[in-house]
Nanobody, 114 residues
């Protein structure tokens, strides 16, 4: 399974970005998809998860600002990020949980300027 994330970049505080992650390869069953982020020197932080039943969960730090969604026909998971803050600056990783194990994307950098 390969995951390709896109959509990162530089944005001013208060702005929006949309991250997208496309999965390809031999995918038999995806049980959940999600987004994490990591700041250098800190642990990877789980931001949002969406299950195969479309249940969602968000970290407190992004709840109300970020929205996770999926498109089964395209095998993608997106993260709409609104009201961005400088502390949202990080490398963002997409993730899927499959019947054969978890897989991670390569990461996309999001920089929020003040």
């Amino acid at each position: 399974v390969q995951l390709q994330a896109s959509g990162g970049g530089l944005v001013q505080a208060g702005g929006s970005l949309r991250l997208s992650c496309a999965a390809s390869g031999r995918i038999f069953s995806i049980n959940a998809r999600g987004w994490y982020r990591q700041v250098p020197g800190k642990q990877r932080e789980l931001l949002a998860i969406i299950t195969s039943g479309d249940n969602t969960n968000y970290a407190h730090s992004v709840k109300g600002r970020f929205t996770i969604s999926r498109d089964n026909s395209k095998n993608t998971v997106d993260l709409q990020m609104n009201s961005l803050k400088p502390e949202d600056t990080a490398v963002y990783y997409c993730w899927v949980a499959t019947s054969s194990g978890p897989y991670w994307g390569q990461g996309t950098l999001v920089t929020v300027s003040s």
